[in-house]
């Protein structure tokens, strides 16, 4: 197939994502005292699970009362994500959306961030 032929499709969707092996850089830039942390417990096994979770319960708290979650599950990370672009794309969400993945190095544990930028 030609680059000619391969024209992008209606209602369609790209996005990139870079990705840097040494560090974050969005995530140091926006590494702020200022953003409220949500942090997240659950370790649920589907996706329609963490869908269902972050759709029913952490969602309006992020819009309502905090501008990030943090969690070791990274289906809730997701699900979150998508609701978030999902706002911003409709254009109800005017902050800039980040996500990012953080290893702490006390708890030798990975976590996943998604927040707005205040």
Do not use: C
Request: aromatic share 14%.
């Amino acid at each position: 197939m030609s680059n000619d032929e391969q024209e992008t499709p209606l209602n369609s969707y790209f996005e990139m994502v870079f990705t840097n092996t040494d560090h974050n850089l969005i995530f140091d830039k926006h590494k702020s005292p200022s953003i409220r942390w949500y942090e997240g417990g659950r370790d649920l096994s589907s996706m329609y699970e963490a869908q269902e979770y972050v759709s029913s319960e952490i969602y309006s708290e992020i819009l309502n009362n905090y501008d990030g979650y943090k969690t070791a599950d990274p289906k809730l990370a997701y699900s979150l994500l998508f609701l978030l672009i999902q706002g911003k794309t409709i254009g109800y969400i005017t902050r800039e959306v980040h996500a990012a993945m953080d290893r702490d190095s006390i708890e030798n544990k990975t976590y996943y961030l998604v927040w707005m930028s205040p």
